[in-house]
């Protein structure tokens, strides 16, 4: 990746962050693309979306609220099984992180992560995920 064909895309994101990457970029970049450029990299290779066959890692989320709770819990019991174990801390009053233990195929864990991203009151998804030689 490098080197070839660049797009250009339009991106909406809260001012504070905006400030935070413009700061970052001022320090360790040559430009505001090439540090979001970078980001969106290790966000993809942090996900295990090149990972292929056994994988194992963990998954780890912020959330908020009882329905997101509902719903995460349902989402571990509709992905059984690949989620191994789940650690939950009470960080706030409401607000709630979990890490989860997972094992399986790639495709698989892709498919739960995706989920989790998708659940409202979900903040903070990081996910860190090696292949597994049989």
Known sequence: MGGGRVARVTVTIPAE???????????????????????????????????????????????EGHRTAERLRELGHRYRDVVVSTLHFHVGEDKCLEVVVVKGDAQRVREYVGELGKVKGVERLSVALSGVAR
Do not use: P
């Open 17 to 63: 962050l905006l400030a935070e990457l413009d700061e970052l970029a001022k320090r360790s970049f040559k430009s505001r693309s090439s540090a979001v450029a970078e980001a969106v990299k290790r966000l993809i290779d942090s996900m295990g979306f090149a990972a292929q066959g056994l994988v194992v890692g963990t998954v780890s989320y912020h959330y």
